[in-house]
């Protein structure tokens, strides 16, 4: 075992191994990276690599009908519902999910749970006039307003939510049943737990922090919110379009796809989405237990509403932030810095980071705290 020996003079166990907690993009599980290496001069025998294959081909046909039914059984997507493969990223969606889903005037409802709503919320308003149904804002987003305090608007075209808040730490448990179709990103959470789908008039999501990487933006969406495009919207950004087309009407983002569909195999591989939730809660449970006990570290968010997956919290002493970060980064924990617009620390615990990961952080979170507590 390696040893480094930090300024301060203190050793600290190191090793070799190195832990990525970035929130995006982020780990990948090693044996997905391993295949990816492996199979890319040469896909399933085809003797071409899998970024040369023609999207309309019949063996990238297939990888694509495989990500839709690998989607459809781990989360139990009902049959009036449709797969669509996106590029863009969450973003994209921000600005595409009015102009798809509202009629000209019609306005929404959003529930404004932080950094990533907040960014939902600031570009549909270009769209649409928009009703806030609750807003964590004014306690600096340390908790999320329960569903009965929510103040809907009955005639509203959709609600939107953000079900995990990558950046302040905050995760929704329960999905209501509302009158309106209920719309969320999903971005940070997708396939972390198992999901009611059948609540939900669309949900989004990012690939790159639980469904391989960066380029690809999935939405499941059910099928009577599929309209006829709005005059000046471009045909790639027409939901109903893409969904007579098979997510085909440009090229899709088709290494994304490919890395999808390993995921979705090691996902399964792992024992599915109700294994996922298990671990991610087990995983984020070790850390908050030790913050709440500890006197260097604090948590703001309140515990029922603390995400699973995007663990954030503070240094009492906000001096020893910098510190922090750079010795966890020299024993191998890295990306820990937490979002600009949080600050603190963030530790991403998605499908891909295993428990050994988790406990390599507490050690070293201990042993700081020893050193400077
Ligand atoms: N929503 C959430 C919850 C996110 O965490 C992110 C990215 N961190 C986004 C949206 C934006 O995703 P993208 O950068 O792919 O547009």
């Avoid at 617009?341 to 530790?347: I, K, L, N, P």
């Amino acid at each position: 075992m390696a040893c480094i020996c930090f300024p301060d003079g203190a050793p600290a166990a190191h090793s070799g191994e190195r832990y990525n907690f970035a929130a995006g993009p982020a780990m990948l599980p090693p044996e997905v990276l391993a295949q990816i290496q492996h199979e890319l001069p040469d896909w399933q025998g085809s003797g071409l690599s899998v970024l040369e294959q023609p999207f309309t081909g019949a063996p990238f046909k297939g990888l694509m009908q495989q990500v839709d039914q690998d989607l459809h059984e781990l989360l139990g997507i009902p049959p009036n519902y449709c797969v669509l493969f996106m590029h863009g990223g969450a973003s994209c969606q921000f600005g595409l999910l009015p102009l798809n889903l509202l009629a000209p005037g019609q306005s929404a409802d959003y529930l404004e749970t932080g950094y990533w709503a907040s960014k939902a919320i600031a570009e549909a308003r270009r769209h649409a006039p928009l009703n806030m149904v609750a807003s964590g804002a004014g306690d600096g987003f340390s908790a999320i307003a329960p569903v009965h305090e929510w103040r809907l608007n009955p005639q509203a075209g959709y609600c939107h939510i953000t079900s995990n808040e990558t950046a302040n730490g905050l995760q929704l448990r329960h999905f209501p049943e509302l009158s309106v179709p209920l719309v969320a990103d999903m971005s940070s959470d997708f396939l972390t737990r198992p999901l009611p789908v059948e609540r939900f008039g669309l949900i989004y999501a990012s690939a790159q922090k639980n469904l391989g990487v960066a380029g690809l933006c999935l939405l499941i969406v059910r099928d009577d919110l599929l309209k006829a495009p709005r005059a000046g919207l471009p045909s790639p950004f027409s939901y109903a379009l893409q969904a007579e087309q098979q997510s085909r009407l440009c090229t899709p983002p088709t290494f994304a796809l490919y890395c999808a569909a390993l995921m979705l195999r090691w996902i399964r591989q792992q024992g599915g989405l109700k294994a996922m939730a298990r671990a991610g809660l087990a995983k984020s449970r070790l850390l908050y237990q030790y913050v709440d006990a500890s006197d260097l570290y604090h948590c703001r968010q309140r515990p029922a509403d603390r995400s699973a997956v995007n663990v954030c919290f503070q240094l009492r002493d906000q001096h020893l932030l910098a510190l922090f970060l750079r010795q966890a980064e020299q024993t191998g924990l890295l990306n820990l810095q937490g979002h600009a617009a949080s600050g603190g620390v963030r530790a991403s615990l998605y499908n891909a980071m295993p428990l050994a990961g988790v406990e390599r952080l507490l050690a070293f979170m201990r042993d700081f705290a020893r050193r400077h507590g």
